[in-house]
């Protein structure tokens, strides 16, 4: 029999049918849908006269535009309002299941699935949003698509898809003290660039891969698309067995033998061939930070900004665009720099696994004057076990805001915008110019490195403080 990858194992499963010299039909197994994307898709379906073919299969949750304060009074926002009402009339219409805000279950799209056991390994996932890939941390298949295809993904379950290339990055060795999934991910990106993974699907191997925790998975797979993939993954192991058990969508009792039976046949085969490897050493890895304008101009905390030198033609340009826009100069240390902002949230770490990282970090110290911080949970589950925890209490001792879940600050579709000309540090996953709101400065980092500038006021390397 052939060897095949893990990837080619869950997606040759899944084609429903070969278009000669042209894409797959691929069969979705969940539809995660949310206001942004999915309005003009449903309109779509009004026009031809269709129904959604399978609703048991699609959910819906609200997060880009939803406001992370005073979620129980209405939303001020118009524009904002009228999308949310759009998603909860369409899921009505069609009977799908949706978390609308204040739902005990509400929450980002990407926290959501795994957390309540709608995301299993095997699965192929979309969503019309670009880090779907976040669920290929169980093992899925699972990418971003547009709303045409969200049409047609409600339309008839199945997506026209072309194959996509396939890639192994290889992370081998012991992670240092203070190193995360994060600093991982932004590692990566900085050595292969924002296009180094284009029209690839990524399987992430290798010791320091599996000694991640799954919200550590999470983070990594959510990257993926960052170097242009098209998603990433990781085989699933104990780890991912025990933390989908007894969720409130995972199969129970017989169901989940079977399942786990099944499972645990999803792991690249010894001899499957990849158009693509790359390996890299943990012990070359850092609490990481971004100093430009995308995701792959990042650098290790403790580094100098690059010269730009070796650069030519308008990649010379772009760099010098991005470090003007930035208000950085070349060969400058990026340590000491002030920051105004602070957010801790996003699809990429609002998880209880980064809140308690933050919160442990700034236990006893006090937030600094010149910082304003949004601490954002990805879910109103997550939020209740902050609460439950006491990490709350030590946020609110520290002088710290601990607001209502959504994607917040990430991209900028609600109130929580930072102002133009202002240095943030983000725990989220863009630093394209005004991602964070017209003229804001984003600088991309770990929890911890966030954690480190909260306190100090100033871009600080946490393990100096740990």
Known sequence: MEAKTLFDKIWDAHVVHQVDGGPNVLYIDRHFIHEVTSPVAFLGLEKRGLKVYRPQQTTATPD??????????????????????????????HNISIYALNHKWHGIVHVVGPELGLTQPGMTIVCGDSHTSTHGA????????????????????????????????????????????????????????????????????????RSLSMEGRMTLCNMSIECGARGGMIAPDEKTFEYVKGREFAPKGADWDKAIEKWKELYTDVDAVFDSELLFWADDIEPMITYGTNPGMGIKITDKIPT?????????????????????????????????????????????????AFASFVKGKKKADNITAWIVPGSKQVEQQAIKEGIVDILHEAGFEFRQPGCSACLAMNDDKIPAGKYAIATSNRNFEGRQGPGARTMLASPLVAAAAAVTGVITDPRTLM
């Not at 001020?76 to 219409?93: F, P, V, W, Y």
């Not at 192994?168 to 590692?187: F, Q, S």
């Open 64 to 93: 880009h535009n939803v406001p992370t304060i005073n979620q129980h009074l209405a939303i001020k926002d118009e524009l904002s309002r009228n999308q949310l009402d759009t998603l909860s009339n369409n899921c009505e219409k």
């Open 138 to 209: 169980f093992g899925c298949v699972a990418f971003g698509i547009g709303t045409s295809e969200v049409e047609m993904v409600l339309a008839s379950q199945c997506i026209l898809q072309p194959k996509p290339k396939k890639m192994r990055i290889v992370v081998e060795g012991e992670l240092k003290t203070g190193v995360t999934a994060k600093d991982i991910a932004l590692y990566i990106i900085s050595k292969i660039s924002t296009s180094g993974g284009t029209g690839h699907f990524i399987e992430f191997g290798g010791s320091a891969i």
């Open 308 to 356: 730009g030198e070796d650069l030519k033609g308008t990649d010379r340009i772009s760099f010098e665009k991005s470090l003007s826009y930035m208000g950085f100069k070349p060969g400058e240390s990026i340590l000491g720099k002030a920051v105004d902002y602070i957010f801790v949230g996003s699809c990429t770490n609002g998880r209880i696994e980064d809140l308690r």
